[in-house]
């Protein structure tokens, strides 16, 4: 129950706290400066919580693999190559995240 309950606030979390840096209205004279604040605010959580995702993901998978190698030391060589691949998809998603993050800033 606790996990199902981190999940759903991991995943609720983002959203509510960045929608309203896309709910200011730049143009607008009033509050120009709150939406500003309010993008950099989004876009430091959104690269604040994408590498926090992305070093928990990458940390449970070298544990793996890690401990794959101790049980079968033969096998790191079948192992290595899935998890160089798989720490790299993980670090794109990381940096998608960074893209993400100038794509808000004004």
Request: proline share 4%; aromatic share 4%; with cysteine.
């Amino acid at each position: 129950m606790k996990k199902l309950a981190l999940r759903l606030v991991s995943f609720a979390a983002p959203l509510a706290l960045t929608a309203t840096a896309f709910a200011q209205d730049a143009a607008a004279a009033e509050g120009q400066a709150t939406a500003i604040a309010g993008r950099a605010l989004a876009a430091g959580l959104a690269i604040g919580i994408a590498a926090f995702g992305c070093g928990m993901g990458q940390g449970r998978a070298a544990a793996a693999a890690l401990e794959g190698i101790a049980r079968n030391p033969n096998a790191s060589g079948k192992i290595l190559v899935p998890l160089i691949l798989g720490l790299a998809l993980i670090e794109s998603l990381a940096i998608y995240a960074l893209v993400i993050a100038f794509q808000v800033q004004p």
